[in-house]
DNA sequence: GGCCGTTTAGCAAACGTTTGCCAAAAATCG
DNA sequence: CGATTTTTGGCAAACGTTTGCTAAACGGCC
């Protein structure tokens, strides 16, 4: 007679293994034997056990497994703050990249936003420590720390996407963002235009830093000063990439020089900016061209359609998790290496030749 | 002398509770409960195990917790698969508003997509049967299935989200689609339409049902005839919403009574819809009304600014996790209860009267 | 029938917690 | 100061798997 001397789980519903191994008429040991490894065991006997297995619906709990071999099935992915700055438009489709990706290994997907307080981070470091998570992928330039404890000193594999961390030794996936703004900044160089306006993101953004050292690039290159651009944004205050678009068009009507081409970091300002802009009475691409970032599907179906640089975001996905699995399956092997992706400009009709110069064109304003 | 006939974790990174129970002087079970219930143990015993905790930088197995207590604290969000028809502007806000939601009750969320092939399903009924989770948020309207296992017939507590499910004892959040519809359909009749476009969603879908019925509804209080109103769309096939406000389009154009005023089921298809006829030659709203779902941020920025009926998504999710909590505190109380949450039109410049009616509307075509 | 090679049964020890129960200590009271 | 009540500490058994080991069962072969 069983002494019942605690109670811990008092409804616990489902049929346990030894319920099916009593089904099938076997040993406990050999229906996880059948269950986990293949060819262990009998096919016949598998068969059997298999059956049995369904009969009862027998589903193996994951924390019991989970804490025996010492390693869990779900993977988290960080994601930035407050948030998504310009990139909300392109999330779901990362995190629906990610997750086929890591289903297909037999992970779960876990989330966690990193805002910017304290109970969020302790979250993650919970998960990290606590063995709920086999690794994460990251996208954020800044890793948690809570008390003590830091991200960075665990030995969770980690990957960055979209940022280059190579630097802390993470392995990176990443787009040639710099290359790619220089292109297509030397291509609006080549259609006639001289002055330039940048939509920053927040401070200090890895992805900033980047695309403006791109159009700074291509400037120099062209033989153009650096005054030629002017940097707009930057501020962290905003919820949303469509605010720094807004405040970014009235600093552009108040420029005594007015660029003729802009260049945003995301989508989002692009979007909010041209529809302000437009709405102050510029055309465009007649008056100005603007290109931006990330390539959300909605930049077709503006007016004008907006040039994007794509960022094929599922590729890219998938790429991290697969260097996820391979740190996974060989934690030590390769340092932190950054794999670039190429990113390329669609080229819509935001896009176009620079304006005829008038003589006076520090005054001219269209009317509305 | 211990023998060490089984070698699982090799690698078992993390201080464990004995460690933490070793430096600060108490035994393990001391320890745990001083982390877990508070005032069960001593003011100073509780201090020294804290920070004999944080010196270690000691972390709980969140599994061996579970696998103990027969509970999870992770939740998962089932979205519908392939996906995100058209809310896939506003995603991101219901994932930031139910994990902000969760974190603050101590869960961790987990993200489910409900691809329309087997494997997906199956994941997530091992999600489900397998202890991993504790409770779901689901955004779709059908259940997963896979050979003899059901998510209805667990025993988890799930909350329908968006969708109405009480009919399946499910507890719903859902917004008043039909009366916000039958009001934005009423005020368009005022302003002078008398003939409507609904831009449907997937087949079957019951948000389409319910807004196509508002807006049916309301032209009959208006006295006007059903054939007032015209459904396009529907179709299963398209990747996104975009693609279907592209199709009605041209639908629209070949339209020998054309509408004055259009309905769409989500912001994805208006966006589309809108941008393809202006370039056809309409002008918004002079010559076609929209109004269309969601309150996606981006809709502020079309061009016309874009009149939508807000779902206030965060709110929605705050209120299926509140739901979600009640049920798993106390699992049988309260049947399938439908939470309506009201949905409020945003007027923006796409919403405008009628244009007059030309003798010969019939053959009105706008130059280009 | 004896021998050998596969399979399977059975056992038991983990994995790292939580928790009922009892003993010990501390606090309170007469 | 001893007795009684209250609080706190420690022991050990679970939670549901996996896995190494040994021994037994089974089948085929000469």
Chains 1, 2 share one sequence.
């Not at 290109?291 to 599907?297: I, Q």
Request: aromatic share 6%; proline share 6%; net charge neutral.
């Amino acid at each position: 007679m069983k002494i019942n001397k605690d109670m811990p789980a008092e409804e616990h519903s489902g049929p346990l293994m030894a319920d099916v191994a009593r089904l099938a008429g076997v040993a406990i040991s050999t229906v996880s034997r059948a269950l986990a490894n293949p060819g262990r065991v009998n096919e016949k006997t598998r068969a059997k056990i298999d059956a049995a297995a369904k009969q009862l619906g027998y589903t193996p709990n994951a924390m019991a497994r989970g804490l025996r071999v010492g390693k869990s099935n779900v993977v988290m992915i960080i994601l930035p703050g407050s948030l998504y700055y310009g990139v909300s438009q392109v999330i779901p489709l990362v995190l629906q990249g990610i997750n086929r990706s890591l289903s297909q290994n037999g992970y779960h997907l876990m989330i966690a936003n990193l805002d910017r307080d304290e109970v969020s981070e302790r979250h993650i470091l919970d998960l990290a420590f606590g063995g709920t998570v086999r690794g994460a992928i990251i996208l954020s330039s800044d890793l948690p720390v809570d008390g003590g404890r830091s991200l960075k000193d665990s030995a969770l594999p980690i990957v960055s996407l979209l940022f280059d961390m190579s630097h802390v030794a993470l392995p990176s996936v990443v787009t040639n963002d710099r290359q790619a703004v220089r292109d297509a900044t030397a291509e609006l160089v080549a259609l006639g235009h001289r002055r330039f306006l940048y939509l920053a993101g927040p401070q200090g953004n890895y992805h900033d830093n980047e695309r403006y050292l791109g159009a700074v690039e291509a400037l120099a290159a062209a033989g153009l000063p650096e005054t030629a651009i002017v940097r707009s944004g930057g501020s962290l205050d905003y919820q949303h990439g469509f605010q720094i678009g807004v405040a970014a068009a009235t600093e552009f009507a108040n420029l005594p020089l007015r660029p003729t081409a802009v260049i945003a970091t995301s989508d989002d300002m692009a979007i909010s900016f041209m529809s302000c802009v437009q709405r102050m009475g510029w055309k465009i691409p007649a008056d100005l061209s603007i290109v931006s970032f990330d390539g959300a599907p909605v930049c077709e179906y503006s007016l004008p359609p907006l040039s994007t640089i794509e960022q094929p975001v599922e590729e890219m996905g998938q790429m991290a998790v697969n260097l996820l699995m391979e740190r996974i399956d060989a934690p030590e092997k390769g340092a932190a290496i950054r794999h670039v992706i190429a990113s390329k400009l669609i080229r819509r009709e935001s896009f176009g030749p620079a304006p005829l110069e008038p003589d006076d064109f520090r005054s001219v304003r269209p009317k509305i």
